[in-house]
């Protein structure tokens, strides 16, 4: 995994676990340099290989950056962090919880174009019908929410949760 964070640290993008060090590198350099984002190469640290492992863990209280964040992009994050493990939520039901009720589409945009891996639960986000759709394939997204407990039959979903707007 490859790792952009602020002195806080917070994290600016990260990875998805790779084999091969130099594709982690690019998906982060090509995201950073979308977001106009200059980084450097530091050595690792203690404290970077803890915050991989709260990454890795699951941990959805990894601080992440506001920078070169849109407001709406930072909502939408904030919301999908707080599908808990189990649960799912449509792209209509994020849209609604950050009151935006009619941008389910670009929500769905963001699901699919962050670079916050494992820290956003975006394969909690499932579509209206209660299918999975898609993350990197519908399969690998059935089976992060299936690990998770979450049931389904028949390719869909079993059960929704709702999350309510606020903090």
């Not at 709260?54 to 070169?68: E, K, N, Q, W, Y």
């Not at 493990?85 to 589409?105: F, H, L, T, W």
Request: with cysteine; hydrophobic share 35%; proline share 4%.
């Amino acid at each position: 995994m490859t790792i952009a964070y602020t002195e806080g640290p917070e994290v600016v993008s990260n990875s998805t676990v790779s084999k091969r060090k130099a594709e982690s590198e690019e998906m982060i350099s090509h995201d950073l340099k979308r977001r106009n984002i200059e980084a450097r190469d530091i050595s690792e640290s203690q404290r970077l290989q803890d915050l991989a492992t709260r990454i890795l863990g699951g941990d959805v209280t990894v601080p992440i950056s506001h920078f070169a964040i849109s407001d709406f992009r930072w909502n939408v994050f904030e919301f999908v962090r707080r599908i808990p493990k189990g649960k799912v939520a449509s792209y209509s039901d994020v849209a609604r919880g950050i009151g935006k009720p009619r941008s389910q589409r670009a929500v769905g945009t963001i699901m699919a174009t962050h670079c916050l891996s494992y820290i956003i639960p975006c394969h909690r986000v499932v579509k209206n019908d209660l299918s999975p759709g898609k993350f990197s394939s519908t399969q690998s997204k059935a089976e992060m929410l299936r690990a998770e407990g979450v049931k389904m039959e028949k390719g869909r979903i079993r059960e929704r949760h709702r999350l309510a707007r606020g903090k």
